[in-house]
């Protein structure tokens, strides 16, 4: 499969699913080529994608867009640890499942494995190549998406 | 009112689907983490219905509607998943699912689902 038809194509479908999933209008940065990721010190979902191309979807995540999240789906403030780890990752699948609904449309089939949630500092290094774009609510950055291809 | 077991690999997710089927006056007899959890879990409790997740560890949603399937051919199992792409929905649909509600739900789309799945 094309390489820069996949970054295309996962590059639109996984920043409608964030705005299908947030049901909020927010803007996209400027797309990166990347071949490393670091972790900001939030809360960090990794899924793993099959499919059409092998590769993982990263979504860093802010407190903001998971408080923003939780009162916009569920009209409520989370509170527990243990639940806003759950609500995180579960934010993750969502953006992640919805974007493999995205790429379907655009011929590229995918499927995920369950997330994994990281929290702190952290690198991912020696991926073969990756596309990544932060969301943006005005200046705040809610949250940064990266797709990266293995082999 | 009909009684529920859900079935989501993410605690937040079963806890507000349980809030809301019991605000809608069903009953929540159980929940599950995974696909294995949830076959063991239907053969004890014996549910109306079932809300199954797909992407989940250990057995997912798909692998655990067929096993419940070949189990009780009436069992009545919604689907709710992140993933909604077509193959997906009719793969479920040809296994026997009676709906497929695409996350993120809003507790008007669940209620209606309940209602029309269990009459």
Redesign the interface.
Known sequence: MDKSFVFTTSLNGSYKAVLDVLQEDYERGSPRLVTQHTVGGGYCGLVGLLGDFKGRLIVDLTDEVISRAAMKMFGMVIEDVGMIQSFASELVNMIAGNACTQLANGGIHLDITPPTLLHGTSSFIGFHEGIEFDVFDGDMKLLTLTISLEG | MARVLVVD?????R??LTDILVKGGHEVVGDAENGKVAIESYKSLKPDMVTMDI???EMDGLEALKAIIELDSEAKIVMC???????MVLDAVKSGAKDFI???F?KDKILATVSKVVG
């Open positions: 690999d993410a605690a937040f997710m806890m507000m992407t989940m560890p998943s992140a993933m909604g792409q077509q193959s695409v996350k993120p809003d």
